[in-house]
């Protein structure tokens, strides 16, 4: 009972925390009604605009569509018969454009050479476009989103993982129900999202990263045979090697080059057999290829938030129909320039948002029914083929009769368009509990109706009178028009998607402030029970409260300001070392545990040095070499062992680490299980080093033992750790405490916890992982050295309550810990190598538990556990005698103090989520921050749970 | 024992009455200024376009001043002369920036070749604001060290002319930092302008404070007397 009753305070607060947080993520993280509506032919007869068939009666000039496609006509005219899809993931802009177009020519540009041979010969019919994607950039969204027309929200982020099937109207939906078959090749996310869809379909396991072809040669393999065949109208091939070599390696590294020379060679290919059976009657003749990125990367090859280079991508659209028409170019955003060739390469712009209505357009099916985009003309005409560059050079008024018609198709086109967003926005707003702002439906309302007043004047007048009158600059009027509903549509959308619940977000807020107050009073209870049984006394100087209090006031103060959330390791490193000053003061009065102290120090030059190398990887890679030049590489690959060195060192730290384990076996009184535990940890530890000396080049095995040893060794070690950890688990189910002295009982089952741990801990992290846990070692050693410096003298002074400082720099340390093992608050910041190493294959419960384990091993996890020595170390054993309660009270207290030092930073980046939820980078910094903080705290709390529950005994055992 | 020795030192250090340390410090301060206007002047140059010349002159304007003022006030005056106390000075200059330049990489300046010159001069006026004055006044006595640094019980007006200056410069460098990771992109957000700007102004308000404490202390000790 009387565990219980030190126990029950964590138990409720992790609950209050879990509560105030789901309520919190309710009102916060985006969540957009799915509606169940479809689109449909037969629709389109309640809009107010023509349909085509009755378009194409009255201008009977229009180019006829081949043959095939009139039996079908539905809301537009179909424009191509068949399109080719194929989707680079990961596809740059500057991939794709002549690096004439950047300031500096880099080493991965102008590798797709073909694209700018068909842009530049066939002006007419082929087309560079940048196109913009919406954050967030990951695939799974972008798919979406390119799919669906609409904007995928951040809570669908969590699902990138296990993807699931797409239930709102899409682009695949509507070819498949309008008699289209499609072929899907390559990336099995799209398995994933349209389980049914497809004719045929050959999917390839895409989540192990490593791998740079397997995706990449299922796609060729298939690619080209069906190229001449005539069971399929839209083809989709998706290939992830660009994406995966990012990820690995990077955009400026010769496997990335290499991807790119593939991919012009297959490109190059593909133009060809396409080109060959273009001629009229042949299987191309009406056929629409499209190159597309679903989304950008970073120098790193990091995506998935808001920034220019992951959002900016690529498309390349050819049509083998030789254009027969001009018209105006009003409505482009061309900007053109001469390649290194000096052929005139022209690129455009266009919203990701836009492309599936663009090709549902060309294609002549129902527009997605919760598609926002609009018709893109330029994208439109090309299809169409109808675009002419030479037209808008000379002049608007050449070909005015095909120029009007064209533009007579386009208003028509908009004219749906227009009619099918605007019947959307109605239905979702009657349709969902929170739909848009009156203020704002009014507007767009009246721009649509003005939009549409305006089109039955015009429609009027053209079916009247087909000659004579000038009809062009109304037409233009018109879609000038059309175009601003939309745009305003999308803006609308794009900025008031976010359902932020004001009210639930507050009140979660609240909740988390009422829980630091649960904290605090927690806290003071276990003074008091302490302080009841002995003599009351005073809780600690005022002046170390006072710095724990200003070192977490500061921190989380700083959460306040993005940049400072970038920076934030920088932060903790400066604020923790600044406790260090202050610490050598101490050691300077007493004179003693100065070089414990000077060792602290240097271990936080490693830190911040180890911060920055994290913080110049997320922000780029030619940072690194900015920050620091050239002579320090030199130097470095100068030197003749340098690269033994680097393949040393991370092993001599293994090494030290297994003596220092070995030592404590010897030294301590540690027996049975313990013992055990510890020899099967260096057990762990010889086998790490061995599997980190096969993967040395410089030793050569043979590859079969290469082979075993990559996923053999990694499993044996999770297994072995997971053994440990039953045991520890039964011996403190059914073992007896034989021991009577509590301190050390303690002291061994720490230690022997975090041997379990670490071995696990170290092989996610990698090479840099053991430096890492010696780091930590160390760094927890001086922290509590610097603590019994000042104690020594103090005699029984304080030795009741716990002491805030080391607890507060503890908690410092662990977040230093968390960005020196190269994390940081992002999504592209997690490692996702990690979860794969010892598995090949993906399952989503498996690799989400070893990369939590790897995040958060040496930031929440070893912290935790190793706790108990700082309150331990302290508990000299002539205090025993006054009571075993007390040594656990105060390891209760410190695990209480140390929930609520990581408790406020956590509720202070929530206040600045609430404050900051309209700035422009809160999709891309403050949101990840925030899950980051969240799933840290929640973790947390569970660990000190468990540890409380592992570490605290039964009263009556000891 | 101690605390003999502790009076022992105070008796001998030569008392020093509020003008002569409002005359110091005014010294202190006009050496700065004239620093700065050197620097605006003949070599049209500031913190903030050539950090590292700037604070150089700092150094040669301000540490000669500080060196020569707080020789005066030495505290062995029998075993020690003028020189021997210019010359711990100098000493006292080199050692204060090694330590100076450590507290600062440790606490993240950045480091590189580009930096190592401003690094250099940072340290160097840091020393002159902190370290030199009470390596003047001191020498090696490392129970005054402590007692000014350590426990921070500043006793007398001379220990507060060393101790609160050294202080503020130090506090103020150190919130100086503060504003250096924001995304204003301004060019004093540079290592080690605004650190230098944070420390010039602690020094200053520091030494307004120090003249303010050594009134009040001796009011005090004016009606303890009475």
Known sequence: MRKWNLLWPFWAITIVHGVAILIFVKGFLLTRTELPFYSRCSDVSQSPCFTSDSLSDSNPSVPPSSGAANSSRCWTKPAVNRIIIIVFDALRFDFVAPSTFFEESKPWMDKLRVLHKMASERGLSAKIFKAIADPPTTSLQRLKGITTGGLPTFIDVGNSFGAPAIIEDNLIHQLVQNGKRVVMMGDDTWMQLFPHHFKKAFPYPSFNVKDLHTVDNGCIEHLLPSLYEDDWDVLIAHFLGVDHAGHIFGVDSSPMIEKLEQYNSILEKVVDVLERQSEPGGLHENTLLLVMGDHGQTLN????????????????????????????????????????????????????????????????????????????????????????????????????????????????????????????????????????????????????????????????????????????????????????????????????????????????????????????????????????????????????????????????????????????????????????????????????????????????????????????????????????????????????????????????????????????????????????????????????????????????????????????????????????????????????????????????????????????????????????????????????????????????????????????????FAICLFFSSGHWCAFDGLRYGAAFIGFDEFVLVRQAILLTIDTFGFSVILPIFGLPFIVAKKYSSSQASKGENTLFMRLSQAYLMYGLIMAVPVTASILCVIIQRRHLMVWGLFAPKFVFDVVALILTDVSICLATLYYVPHPDSC | METEKKEMASKASPSVSIAEAFFVHLICGLGLALAFLIARHVYSADLISDPSRTLFLILIVECPIVILLYSRYRTDREQCSYLKAVARGILGLLAGAIINAFGAIVLGAPIGAQYLLKTLNWSLVMSSFSVVPSACVFGSSWMDWQRLFAYTKPNGTIDHMICIPAHGAIIGAWFGAWPMPLDWERPWQEWPICVSYGAVIGYSIAMVASLAFSHARSGLQHVKRD
């Not at chain 1, 040095?609 to 920050?627: M, N, P, R, W």
């Open chain 1, 301 to 812: 090859g990091d995506h998935g938030g808001g920034s220019a280079e992951e959002v900016e991508t690529s498309l390349f659209a050819m049509s083998f129909k030789k254009p027969p028409a001009s018209v105006p170019s009003e409505f482009g955003t061309s900007s053109c320039q001469l390649d290194l060739e000096g052929r005139e390469i022209c690129t455009s712009t266009i919203q990701q948002l836009d492309f599936p209505v663009t090709l549902s357009a060309l294609l002549g099916i129902p527009f997605p029914f919760g598609s926002i985009g609009r018709v893109n003309p330029e994208l439109y005409a090309l299809g169409a083929g109808t675009w002419k560059l030479e037209g808008m050079k000379v002049g608007n008024y050449i070909n005015s009769r095909e120029q009007e018609e064209w533009m007579q198709n386009y208003v028509n086109v908009l004219c749906i368009n227009s009619w099918q967003v605007k019947r959307y926005i109605d239905n979702y707003t009657a349709s969902s509990v929170i739909g848009f702002s009156d203020e704002d439906l009014l507007h767009t309302g009246s721009l649509y109706a003005d939009a549409m007043e305006n089109w039955s004047y015009i429609s009027k007048d053209l079916l009247s009178n087909s000659d004579g009158m000038d009809v062009v600059p109304s037409l233009k009027r018109q879609i000038d028009a059309y175009s601003n509903f939309l745009a305003s549509i999308a803006e609308l959308a794009r900025s008031k998607w976010t359902e932020f619940n004001l009210k639930l977000m507050t009140l979660g807020f609240g909740i988390m402030v009422a829980s630091l107050f649960v904290h605090f009073i927690a806290i003071k209870r276990v003074g008091k029970q302490c302080g009841s049984s002995f003599a009351t006394e005073d809780c600690g100087t005022t002046f170390e409260l006072m710095l724990s209090c200003f070192m977490v006031a500061m921190r989380a103060c700083s959460f306040l300001s993005n940049s400072f959330i970038l920076e934030e390791g920088k932060v903790t490193s400066f604020l923790l070392a600044t406790t260090g000053i202050f610490m050598l003061r101490y050691s300077i009065t007493k004179q003693k545990h100065f070089l414990n102290v000077f060792i602290f120090l240097l271990l936080m030059i490693y830190c911040r040095f180890t911060i920055e190398v994290g913080l110049l990887k997320q922000a780029d890679t030619s940072a690194f070499l900015k920050a620091y030049p050239s002579w320090v590489l030199e130097i470095a690959s100068l030197l003749p062992g340098w690269t033994y060195i680097t393949k040393s060192v991370p092993i001599i730290a293994l090494i030290l680490l297994a003596q220092l384990l070995l030592k404590n076996i010897t030294s301590s009184h540690s027996k049975g299980v313990w013992k055990f535990v510890m020899y099967g940890t260096i057990l762990c530890y010889i086998l790490i080093g061995f599997h980190w000396a096969l993967e040395n080049e410089v030793l050569h095995f043979a590859s079969a033992i290469e082979g075993i040893g990559k996923n053999c060794i990694p499993r044996i070690i999770y297994a072995i750790g997971l053994g440990q950890l039953s045991l520890l688990l039964f011996r403190q189910l059914f073992g007896e405490d034989k021991l009577l002295d509590c301190r050390i009982t303690l002291l061994t089952k720490t230690a022997a916890m975090l041997a379990a741990w670490s071995p696990t801990i170290i092989i996610l992290a990698g090479k840099q992982g053991s430096l890492v846990a010696l780091a930590s070692l160390i760094g927890g050693y001086c922290i509590i050295g610097m603590d019994n410096l000042k104690h020594g003298e103090d005699g029984n002074g304080r030795i009741l309550t716990v002491d805030c400082l080391p607890v507060t720099q503890w908690s410092l």
